[in-house]
């Protein structure tokens, strides 16, 4: 955030913020839940919570300062929510200008637990021979001032529950007070209605809206009225998606994931696969190695909370450089100079003394003196709110990277493409999913390794699926980002950055150790946040920092190289998690005036949403989740602008027509009447259904990408 130095500071008390959820004022629509749920969060307890929001200036405000903005679900009245990742002490700050907290999603520490629980399942399940589990135009009087249009009515049923969900746009779009309101009638007689709710997005209206509000039969009409008096057409809202995916051939092979699965895991997976099928796999190592799972080793040299030097080692803590010694010694001599000398693993810093024999050396000289002597080994600064204080006798501490992995190999990373396919050469269309740019997003490489070894099992006794794989080429990157994942698993649940770590000066001291790294998917090169668009950070700390160039990380090179190496990739999906949308370009637009990159053709705009309804149909196939119209389009319409992200390079740059899945839709729970997320790393029975429905998408935009590859032909 803005001032992380202040917000990552230790708590001296565990204060709780406890906040009770005050009842929505009337005019409401979702029921209030019978308890008021409570949000109590340590001062320095990590957490991921959804919070109501004072106002949209609040939330841009946030956006503008890269605040860890995990996901922007839609309330069902109006209200502005957000689900952030933050501490106690952000929750107070954040609280006492006027948000308030609704749910904690996943505290620090769930997905730590939900990575072991899904290890003991899955080695009982195998212990015990078991597989995975299962898992208008206006009619209006003459008095009405404003017009109304449906942009959007749609209703589907997903597991016995049906729902209706409307957009509607006014005339009056300047006027902040229309209120409209929707009435609907279904096929068995009843009727009912529920209020929409402004939507506007930087600054701009851009429709009324409500999320999915359930119905008791199939809504057969819909008719909407503002309080200026427009009414619009009755309208019939439309089957949503719409499409059904091929039913799937008995013995059909899925289920392949049984548990969570780190980086090393997943390059254990690439490796049996390519040995399992080895006549229509390649794995490709990527060209830009990552960093690896490393730091620098560091040490408070004195009481940070007094007087403090931060010395920290130039090379990484793996590279001789952890258990390093620093120390301040006391000459005992008078009128000695500051000095500093390294031997035997000990960094010495003898300080100076007067004609009295008093030491004189401030923590200011002693970081230069460290600096000057041994700026090849060592760098050092004064801790905030240290300087120019006296320097303390500090007896040897030792240096360390902190990193908690113990297992996990430090080498640089080689990120690994699965190339699969009967034709290996570029000769058929290429469709590329990729995933984990964000390390914490668990359940992603679950669903494109799913979808992968469908594809493989399947080949050998589904000739639908052999077919596939001689009319297309698949390539599939599971983790992007492998050394953040590695520290996702191993040291911070919510580590979303990769692992570089580009700050400067006071940036680096090691209360900012999880705010480090560059959000990959904010450092590719077109609609970046150095091109002037919104929605990525210069701040190194922040959940959105972009890095110090466009490119200028390992990981986000090794896509765009993938997807130039072979320019017969079409089509792409980019795997988040979470909150439930399927979105393409544009993704990012300029502040002011809301300029985005350029809306695709009419024909391309139509080939992303006619393919998007296969794709959500093929998703709900499995579990009946059903990803809403309103967030299904473009990025910049449906989320938020999301500047320099991968989407818009690949499909900017390399004309691919690129997607991005945020898996882990939330979920209707009838007796509170909410709708409720679901987080990063939830218990494992729910990432193995995101798995599972997800990779089914994946299936059905291969044969979007046949289908176009035979129109082209055609
Ligand atoms: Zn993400």
Redesign the pocket.
């Known amino acids: 955030m803005i001032v992380p130095r202040r917000w990552a500071a230790a708590a001296t008390a565990a204060i709780l913020v406890s906040v009770v959820l005050s009842h929505p004022g009337s005019g409401t629509a979702a029921p209030a839940p019978a308890t008021p749920p409570r949000v109590a969060l340590a001062d320095d307890e990590t957490a991921l919570v959804r919070v109501q929001l004072r106002d949209q200036a609040q939330l841009d405000q946030l956006v503008a300062r890269g605040a860890d903005l995990a996901n922007r679900p839609r309330s069902a009245d109006g209200r502005i929510f957000a689900d952030l990742v933050l501490t106690g002490v952000q929750l107070a700050e954040l609280t006492a200008q006027g948000a308030t907290p609704l749910q904690v999603v996943q505290r620090a520490g769930d997905g730590e637990r939900h990575f072991a629980e899904s290890l003991r399942a899955s080695q009982a399940r195998t212990a015990a021979g078991l597989r995975a589990p299962a898992a208008g135009q206006r009619t209006a009087s003459a008095a009405a001032v404003d017009t109304l249009q449906f942009l959007q009515a749609y209703w589907w049923t997903s597991n016995g529950q049906t729902f209706v969900q409307t957009q509607v746009a006014t005339t009056a779009t300047d006027d902040p007070d229309v209120e409209i309101t929707v009435s609907w009638r279904a096929a068995d007689g009843a009727t009912g209605s529920f209020p929409l709710f402004r939507f506007e997005d930087s600054g701009e209206y851009q429709y009324h809206y409500a999320q999915p509000v359930p119905v008791p039969s199939r809504p057969v009409q819909v008719t909407a009225t503002s309080s200026l008096g427009g009414v619009s057409r009755p309208v019939t809202p439309a089957v949503w998606p719409n499409a059904t995916p091929p039913p799937l051939p008995e013995g059909y092979q899925k289920d392949f994931i049984d548990a969570y699965l780190t980086p090393t895991d997943i390059q254990a997976r690439i490796k049996r696969l390519a040995r399992q099928y080895r006549d229509l796999v390649d794995v490709i190592d990527l060209p830009n190695k990552t960093q690896g799972y490393r730091r620098t080793a560091v040490a408070y040299l004195g009481d940070p909370a007094a007087a403090a030097v931060v010395v920290e080692s130039v090379r990484f803590g793996d590279q001789g450089m952890n258990g390093v010694q620093v120390r301040t010694v006391d000459p005992g001599r008078a009128n000695r100079p500051l000095t500093a000398t390294y031997r035997d693993r000990v960094l010495t810093v003898s300080l100076a003394t007067d004609g009295a024999g008093k030491v004189t050396s401030s923590t200011d000289q002693v970081a230069a003196v460290i600096n000057a002597r041994f700026a090849n080994r060592f760098q050092a600064f004064v801790e905030q709110g240290s300087a120019g204080l006296p320097m303390p006798v500090v007896a040897p501490v030792r240096l360390d990277d902190g990193l908690q992995g113990t297992e996990v190999s430090t080498k640089p990373w080689t990120v690994q493409a699965l190339r699969i396919g009967v034709h290996r050469d570029g000769s058929r269309i290429g469709v590329l999913a990729y995933s984990q740019?964000?390390a914490r997003?668990w359940a992603t490489p679950l669903v494109t390794l799913e979808f992968a070894e469908r594809m493989l099992a399947n080949s050998r006794t589904d000739p639908a699926t052999r077919e596939l794989l001689e009319q297309t080429e698949i390539f599939v990157i599971p983790t992007v980002n492998p050394d953040g994942a590695n520290y996702s698993f191993h040291d911070f649940d919510f580590q979303?950055k990769n692992l570089v770590n580009h700050c400067t000066g006071v940036s680096r001291d090691p209360a900012n150790r999880d705010s480090w790294g560059v959000d990959l998917?904010r450092n590719y090169t077109v609609g970046s946040h150095f091109d002037g668009y919104v929605g990525a950070s210069s701040n190194c700390l922040s959940g959105s920092y972009a890095g110090t160039g466009e490119l200028s990380e390992a990981e986000s090179r090794n896509v765009v190289a993938l997807a130039r190496e072979h320019d017969n990739i079409r089509f792409a999906m980019n795997v988040?998690?979470y909150g439930g949308y399927f979105m393409w370009p544009p993704g990012a637009y300029k502040a002011d005036g809301r300029v985005t990159l350029p809306r695709p053709s009419i024909d391309e705009s139509k080939l992303f949403l006619d393919s998007a309804r296969r794709i959500v149909g093929a998703i709900a196939q499995e579990r009946g989740t059903v990803t809403w119209p309103s967030q299904t389009g473009p990025v910049a319409d449906v989320l938020y602008s999301a500047a320099g992200n991968s989407a818009d390079e690949l499909y900017y740059e390399l004309g691919i027509f690129a997607w991005d899945f945020?898996v882990g839709n939330d979920r209707w729970n009838p007796a509170t009447g909410q709708w409720e997320g679901v987080g990063f790393q939830p218990p494992f029975d729910e990432a193995h259904g995101e798995s599972q429905e997800y990779a089914g998408g994946l299936v059905e935009m291969v044969r979007v990408a046949r289908d176009y590859a035979a129109a082209q032909e055609g």
């Open positions: 740019e964000h997003e979303r998917n988040h998690s945020e």
